[in-house]
């Protein structure tokens, strides 16, 4: 997979599953973060490992983003608090959820164009 997509294309998520997720009609293996425009690798396996630097696309692009969907696999959400409050500082809101969920939200706030990015572990 390329670092980023083609930006001209809103990235819809298709589907999800198999350890990787079909956007835009591309299918991508593993975890992605996924914005209205682009969308990228991210080389996360579960939530509960998650460090401030996995996070630094996300805060590198807080300009763009105001809620942030966190896919946090198949199991129950996982976040830990003080990476909520790093988030915070950068005004990004987060909600944790399970990857399906997070799929979902994300595609109805694509449609109602808001600044969206979804952070997806693979199922």
């Known amino acids: ?70 896919g946090c696999g198949s199991g129950a959400p996982v976040f830990d608090a003080a990476l909520r409050d790093l988030l915070r500082e950068h005004r990004i809101s987060v909600d944790a959820m399970d990857t399906g969920a997070a799929c979902r939200t994300y595609n109805i706030l694509l449609t109602e164009s808001r600044a969206i990015a979804a952070a997806l572990i693979a199922v």
């Open 1 to 70: 997979m390329a670092a980023a997509s083609e930006p001209r294309q809103r990235k819809v998520i298709n589907g999800y599953g198999d350890g990787g997720f079909r956007i835009a009609g591309e299918r991508v293996e593993g975890s992605v973060i996924v914005f209205p425009q682009r969308f990228m690798a991210w080389p996360v396996a579960d939530a509960a490992s998650l460090q401030a630097h996995d996070l630094a696309p996300l805060i590198a692009s807080a300009g763009e983003i105001d809620i942030l969907l966190l």
